[in-house]
């Protein structure tokens, strides 16, 4: 049984910085991409940024230079750090892991990250 569990939102000031981190039980987290979307009131979902078994990472152009995302394997942990917020970034993050077709498409409960002064 594969579980997602996110954690580390709340309410930060504009310029501000938060980390996120994403527990995905089961062994089947090292080999797969996983996957930070967020969604904003009255939004769809959408992307924030995803990393490679190996490490590497990539970043919707919304978030890039602000947002890092990484991993370790060893705590079956991935991490968003989110720096230099602005209100826009206010949203419930979703982390994501998409092991199909051999296995299931995984998502975590959402964290709220509010960014207001």
């Known amino acids: 049984q594969v579980q997602v569990v996110e954690s580390g939102g709340g309410l930060v000031q504009p310029g501000g910085s938060l980390r996120l981190s994403c527990v995905v039980s089961g062994s089947i987290f090292s080999v797969y991409i996983v996957a930070w979307y967020r969604q904003r009131p009255g939004k769809q979902r959408e992307l924030v940024a995803t990393i490679a078994p190996g490490g590497s990472g990539n970043y919707a152009d919304s978030v890039k230079g602000r947002f890092t995302i990484s991993r370790d394997n060893a705590k079956n942990t991935v991490y968003l750090q989110m720096d230099s917020l602005k209100p826009e970034d206010t949203a419930t993050y979703y982390c994501?892991?998409?092991?199909?077709?051999?296995?299931?498409?995984?998502w975590g409960q959402g964290t709220q990250v509010t960014v207001s002064s």
């Open positions: 994501n892991l998409d092991a199909r077709p051999f296995r299931g498409d995984y």
